[in-house]
C-alpha cells in the first residue's frame, strides 16, 4: 500500500535523515549517500530532515543539496518534511513571522535550486507566539513558492485544531513507538484521524532501544545525546529493558527483528478504524539498517494481541527527554 500526499505516491515507512548529520562524528558522506539511495530504491521516499541537524555547514539540506548533485533523478522521487524555525544550538524556537521567513528562506538556500521542499514545520509550538499567527506566516512562505506546504511537530490535539481552522496541515510529526505512546492518550492522533492529517512517527524505534542491539547504558557512547535522556539512565535503563525483551521474544518467534516489529506494529496501529495514516520514519546511517527497517511484517491478531499485553505490563521508566527539552513541548 502506497499512499498519496500533496500529489506524490510514497511509501508505507519513511526515513529520517537526522542521524546522518547530527552527531558529533557524522557518516562519511559516501555512506549517507548510500543510506539515502537504499531508502529510496526500497520506496521510504517520505525523508524527514531538518535545519538544525547538524551545523550550518553540515545539515540535512546541505546533504540532500550534494546528493541531488550526484543522483538528480531521485529528487523527484521524494517528499522532502523539513524542520525549522529554532536556534542551532539551543534550539529554543522563534516562529514570529520574520522568524518564520527567516529559517524558510534559509532552508531553500541551503537545499539549493534542484531541491524541493515540499512540507515545512516548525520544530516546537512557540510559547511567544500563537499558533495562528504561526501558521499565517507559513501560509505566506508556501503562497510565495518557497515551499509546498505546512506540518506541524510536537503539538498538542488543541493547537492541531486550531492550526487547521487557518490552513492546511500537510502533516503532524510526533514520537509514536512502542514505548512512546503517549499521542494514543492524549488526544492527538483522534485529532489528526479526525482532520486527515497524516502521523510522521519519529523515532519509531524508541532512539535505537528497540532495536535490541543496546543491552546496557554503557553501549552508548560518551558523547551521545541519548545519555541525558531520562529512559536511559541506570535504573532506568534496566527497567526499560524489560519491554525490549519481551518484544525480542515475540521476533524471535516470528522469526524478525524487534524493530520490524515495532515498525509493524505502527502500521497495523494506522490500518485500525478511526485511525489517522501513521508513516514510521526510522533513522539508519548504512544501507543495510535501511533496508532492514524497510520491510513489512504481517502481525497477527494474536501478535498484536500480544504487543497489548506487553503494553500493559510495562511502562516506560523516565521521561522522553532531559528536563530542558521537556519544557518545550506544547502540553
Known sequence: MVHTIQGKQVGNIGFGLMGLTWRP??????????????AIDAGCNYLNGGQF????????LTLLKKYYEKYPEDEAKVLLNIKGCADVVTIVPDTSFEGVKTSVETCVRLIGGNGRIHQFEPARKDKKVEIEDTVRALQAQVDAGNIG???????????????????????????????ATEPLENGVTAACAELGIPILAYSPL?????TGQIKSAEDIPEDDYRRTVPRFQPGAFEANLRLVDEVKKLADKKGVTPGQIAIGWLLALGRR?????????????????????????????????????????????GDRYNEYAMAMLDN
Not at 498538542?156 to 481552522?165: D, E, N, V
Not at 524508541?206 to 528497540?210: D, E, F, K, N, S
Open 25 to 38: 562524528t557524522p557518516a562519511p558522506e559516501e555512506q549517507a549517500f548510500a543510506a539515502i539511495k537504499a
Open 149 to 179: 506546504g505546512i506540518s506541524l511537530s510536537e503539538v498538542s490535539a488543541a493547537t492541531i485544531r486550531r492550526a487547521a481552522k487557518v490552513a492546511k496541515i500537510q502533516s503532524v510529526e510526533v514520537e509514536l513507538s512502542l514505548w
Open 206 to 210: 524508541g532512539r535505537g532501544m528497540l
Open 53 to 60: 541537524y547538524g551545523t550550518p555547514d553540515h545539515n540535512s
Open 273 to 317: 478504524p478511526g485511525m489517522p495514516t501513521i508513516i514510521p520514519i526510522p533513522g539508519a546511517t548504512t544501507p543495510e539498517r535501511v533496508k532492514e527497517n524497510a520491510v513489512e511484517i504481517e502481525l497477527s491478531e494474536e501478535d498484536i494481541n500480544e504487543i497489548e499485553r506487553i503494553l500493559s505490563e510495562f511502562k516506560p521508566v
